[in-house]
């Protein structure tokens, strides 16, 4: 076998190896990453959010009960005491939002213990697939994100909450409960109590100095900007809690 053959053959090889690493990249790529019927993004792998994160630390998902410990939670998604009547994340015994969301919440619940206050969260992120879910059921965007666009929680950018005393530990009046698909719930909303009003602009306050934007029809639901710049995710609970292990 000459030279020349050699060094033929051994191109050959190294082509093969090449489309052989191409098509398999190709195909964990597909398997990690979901182009659903809107035409959108959405992560369903762990190594490829991790891949993220490796890129850009703000991606990572932070498990709020140890960024902010004693934090109250209620989550109501966890439990059949929501719109839905019905358990929509399995093993959720906390909650997650991005490195970014999550530290600015964290200056809000300092602030707020000064004042002998607390937030207790209903929800933080949400799996893309649960937002479809929800969509079935209430198909007005008012209320419910549309999976055509996704949800700030998708993204881990939103957080839905209210106040409470920390001497009685009892919920601030908001004139609503959470989930209240009503013109009442509505930020805006002005036939109210004075002590309702004083307590929303307090919660809105508070969120807003530290840099969260609230949605208007949703006195509870606060998201940090540039949303579009975090992707969407369809993780569970327990995939993410592993995750913060790490």
């Keep these: 076998m000459n030279k020349s053959f050699k060094i033929r053959n051994w ?31 959405v992560i369903n792998s762990t190594k490829v959010l991790q891949k993220e994160i490796e890129a ?9 009960k140890k960024e902010i410990p004693g934090i109250n939670l209620d989550l109501k998604y966890a439990t059949t005491g ?37 937030v207790k969260v209903f929800d933080a992120y949400r799996p893309y697939s649960v937002t479809e879910q929800m969509w079935q059921k ?39 409960g959470f989930d209240n698909f009503s013109d009442t719930a509505h930020s805006d909303f002005t036939g109210l109590s004075p002590q309702i009003i004083q307590n929303r602009n307090l919660l809105k306050m508070m969120m807003e100095k530290y840099g969260f934007k609230q949605l ?26 592993k995750m913060s292990r790490k």
Excluded at 218 to 240: K, M, N, Q, R, V
Aim: no cysteine; charged share 25%; net charge positive.
């Design 11 to 41: 191109v050959q090889i190294s082509k093969l190896i090449v489309l052989f690493n191409f098509a398999f990249f190709q195909q964990t790529a597909a398997q990690s990453k979901i182009i659903n019927k809107y035409g959108l993004v």
């Design 138 to 176: 209430v198909k007005d965007s008012r209320y419910a994100a549309d999976p055509a666009t996704g949800s700030g929680h998708n993204r881990g950018v939103a957080v839905d909450l209210t106040l409470i005393d920390l001497k009685t530990h009892k919920e601030l009046p908001m004139g609503t």
């Design 82 to 118: 929501n719109f839905m009547h019905e358990k929509l994340y399995r093993s959720a015994s906390t909650t997650f939002l991005r490195k970014p969301a999550a530290e600015d919440l964290k200056k809000v619940v300092k602030d707020l213990k000064d004042q002998n206050l607390a």
């Design 56 to 64: 850009d630390s703000s991606k990572k998902m932070i498990d709020l």
């Design 216 to 241: 208007s029809t949703e006195w509870w639901h606060f998201y940090i900007p540039d949303a579009s710049s975090f992707e969407l995710l369809d993780l569970s609970f327990s995939d993410l809690k």
